[in-house]
Every structure is written in structure tokens, then in C-alpha cells.
């Protein structure tokens, strides 16, 4: 039972952590709602840092969830710049890291998310060397690419994923030079495959945008602490006045480590293990956002997802599940990406080597298209590229398992809602 006697502490100030915050007092409860954030700013989401805000067409008081009078006005206990450093799981207490203080709970939520992988090679500590995860980051690059684009500078981006390409075409918008190192072959291997990762090197080398696939940076060179040169490992020097490190985020699982809870393998992509109420190993603490390694029945495998809509619906489904309501999160991954003029949706979850094929719905020459990746005549993911208001039918399709025949897949004519049944 739920009373008003109780304290739910929130450790983490993003979007899970903010939506939890909204859901408890949305579902009535009365007790206490403490959220830490260990960030000065009020609770934001992290899609516009490299798509609306840091090209200059969202103010910034746009990225944040709620407005800044909402949190005292639904009595949420804000503390913003504080920091936890440990949890007692006997005592059912968190210590602020920066006084020591001591705060009881009776639930706890982890949202800490996840923070940018650093570039472990000689020069990253110059000025000019850049990573985008936070509200500063995107404020400090925005003034760097704004500089770029007007003395025609050269950035080079380590790391070909959502945030590197998505600041290559934010780069390019401004009029940077920009060249991106990236290990593979093509970009977003781990996610499209070789299919579809060709559009987007096709993409952005139309809009001007050098790559070098097959290497990985070894040095930034530079004098008096500001960026001159990117090295890589196969010889090659690119000029660089900036350097973005966008080479992945690692989970911020580092305070559930220490309180013993458990934690997924690394080798899958590491995270707090939770079951399907999105609780970990101890009954009273739950997490949600980037640092869940989540069961997910229909893939038959868990999942740590690093995209907006999972701290979106998991900071809810969390909140729910610690009033005691029946909660299965079983969401299926879900990103979107804007780039130029392509603008893109992605649904459900297909690796490399887990599918038989790719099938196009549409004009993919056009750039106007649904990919469906298939197994055994079951469409496992699908993402559309400026087409639109499909989002739903195309999840439906995947959650029914049904088995469709490849030329219906690829026939406009049919309807994807007929293919579901």
C-alpha cells in the first residue's frame, strides 16, 4: 500500500527520471518525490543537442520537459548539481556526494543514463577536442560550428552513429569542412547493416562530407592547446580546427555496481539488470533510460536501448510499476533522425546476422521508402525514410509475427495494416 507517508527517491535528471516524476503525481500519489540531477539545468531532452537546437532552430528553453515552476508546483523535491555517490540498500538511504548527506527511501528509481565514450589516444586533452551528450556540450558546439562554418574550419568526427552523422550534417549546414574516421565499412553497421548504411554515406557525401571508413584516430596534433590535425592509424593526417569524439555512450551503471545490484555483461551491452516491471535485483529499487538491460519477449533477448522514446515510456512504466500497478515494458525500440532533407523512423530491432533479407517498399533512388528486415517471412524491423504517419501499422506488423511474402512487402499497393492479420 501507497501512502503519503512514503519517499520515492529519483536518482537522475533526464527525461526517464522527469516523466517518473510527472507519473507518481499523476497517479496520485502524495508522498514525497525527491529528483537529483547532477546537471545545474532544469530536467531536458537529449534529441535536440544534435538535431533542432544545435543548428539554431529551437530556442533553448524548448529542450526542457517541463518548465521550471512545474517541479514546486507538483511538490517535487528538485535538487539540481548534486550528485549521488552510494546507496545503502540495508538503511534504504542515498548519500549526496558532495555534503554526505543521507536521504531515506522507500522506492528508488536509477535513471542516471549514460555517458560518451572517451577517445583513449594522445591529444584529447586540447581545447578543441569536443563530445555531445549534455546541454553545455551542445551550447559550446554550436558556438564551434558557428565559427567553422564562417572561417570555412575543418571538423573531423570520430565515429559514424546517430551522433556523429547528425552532427556532420549539422556541420555542413554551417559550412564546416567536415571529415569523418569511422572503423567499418559503412555507417550505423550495428543498427541498419550494409544496406542501408550506404544511404547514408550517399547522403552525406552529396552534401559535401569526406569519410574515411576503416580506420580509427590515433593522434590530434595540435600547438598552444588549440586543434590542428586528426591522425589515423593506417598514416593518413586530416586537418582538423575541432575534433567530435562520437564513438558511443556507456551506461552509467557505476553506483548500482557498488550497491551490489546486478549487472548485464558487457560483451551485450552491459546495463542493470531488470525484469519486466523494470526492477533490478533489489525489490525496492527499480530503473528506467539508458542504463536498463531489459527482457524483451518478443525478441526473445534482452535489450539496453539509448534512444529518447525509451526514457520516454520507461520513466512511466517505471513510476507505475513502483505504486504497485501491473506493468509489463515491452515498447518496441523506437528512434527517429532528421539529416538534411531526409528525415527517418525506426522500429523494432534487427541486428546484423540476424535477418534474412531487406525489403524496400517505394523508391529508394527517391529516398522515399519503407525498409522491412526479415526472418524466416517475419518482418523483425522497419524504417521508414519521408514517408509518414506509418509508424503505427509498421509496429503492429512486427508485434503480430505474421508471415508476409516478400512481394507484398514491397508492393505499396497493399496495405501494411492487411498484413498484420
Keep these: 500500500m501507497v501512502d503519503a507517508d512514503q519517499t520515492f527517491v529519483i536518482v537522475g535528471g533526464g527525461l526517464a527520471g522527469a516523466k517518473a516524476a510527472e507519473t507518481l503525481r499523476a497517479e496520485g500519489f502524495t508522498g514525497r518525490v525527491i529528483l537529483i540531477c547532477d546537471e545545474r539545468d532544469h530536467p531536458y531532452e537529449r534529441p535536440p543537442l544534435s538535431k533542432g537546437y544545435l543548428l ?30 552510494a546507496v545503502d540498500r540495508t538503511a534504504k538511504t542515498v548519500r549526496f556526494g558532495e555534503d554526505g548527506t543521507l536521504v531515506h527511501y522507500d522506492k528508488l528509481l536509477l535513471a542516471t543514463g549514460a555517458e560518451p565514450r572517451r577517445l583513449d589516444i594522445p591529444g584529447t586533452d586540447l581545447a578543441g577536442v569536443h563530445h555531445l551528450r549534455r546541454l553545455a556540450h551542445a551550447e559550446r558546439l554550436k558556438g564551434v560550428l558557428t565559427a567553422l562554418g564562417r572561417d570555412n574550419g575543418h571538423l573531423v568526427i570520430a565515429g559514424a552513429g546517430w551522433i556523429g552523422l547528425e552532427v556532420a550534417a549539422a556541420a555542413r549546414e554551417y559550412g564546416a569542412e567536415v571529415t569523418v574516421v569511422h572503423r567499418g565499412q559503412t555507417p550505423l553497421h550495428s543498427v541498419l547493416g550494409p544496406e542501408l548504411g550506404q544511404l547514408f554515406t550517399d547522403l552525406h557525401k552529396e552534401h559535401g562530407v569526406r569519410f574515411h571508413f576503416g580506420a580509427r584516430l590515433t593522434e590530434i596534433t595540435g600547438q598552444d592547446g588549440m586543434v590542428l590535425a586528426a591522425r589515423t592509424d593506417d598514416g593518413e593526417e586530416h586537418p582538423a580546427h575541432a575534433v567530435l569524439a562520437a564513438i558511443g555512450a556507456a551506461p552509467r551503471t557505476s553506483l548500482a555496481e557498488a550497491a551490489g545490484l546486478e549487472i548485464a555483461d558487457r560483451a551485450l551491452g552491459g546495463g542493470i539488470v531488470v525484469d519486466e516491471r523494470l526492477r533490478t535485483s533489489d525489490p525496492d529499487i527499480y530503473a528506467a533510460g539508458d542504463i536498463v538491460s531489459f527482457p524483451h519477449a518478443l525478441f526473445g533477448t534482452r535489450l539496453r536501448v539509448e534512444h529518447w522514446a525509451n526514457a520516454l515510456n520507461g520513466g512511466p512504466a517505471a513510476a507505475r510499476a513502483m505504486l504497485g500497478q501491473e506493468v509489463t515494458y515491452d515498447r518496441l525500440p523506437y528512434f527517429f533522425t532528421d539529416q538534411y532533407d531526409l528525415g527517418m523512423e525506426y522500429s523494432g530491432w534487427a541486428p546484423p546476422g540476424s535477418y534474412d533479407a531487406v525489403v524496400i517498399r517505394g523508391d529508394a533512388g527517391k529516398r522515399e521508402f519503407i525498409a522491412f528486415w526479415v526472418k524466416d517471412r517475419r518482418v523483425l524491423a522497419g524504417m521508414n525514410v519521408n514517408v509518414w504517419d506509418v509508424t503505427e501499422p509498421i509496429q503492429r506488423l512486427i508485434r503480430s509475427k505474421a508471415r508476409v511474402s516478400t512481394e507484398a512487402l514491397a508492393d505499396p499497393h497493399v496495405p501494411l495494416d492487411s498484413l498484420a492479420s
Excluded: C, M
Excluded at 529542450?63 to 550528485?83: C, K, M, S
Design 56 to 85: 539554431g532552430k529551437e530556442e533553448r528553453d524548448s529542450v526542457f520537459v517541463h518548465e521550471p515552476a512545474w517541479y514546486a508546483r507538483n511538490d517535487i523535491e528538485l535538487h539540481l548539481g548534486q550528485t549521488v555517490d
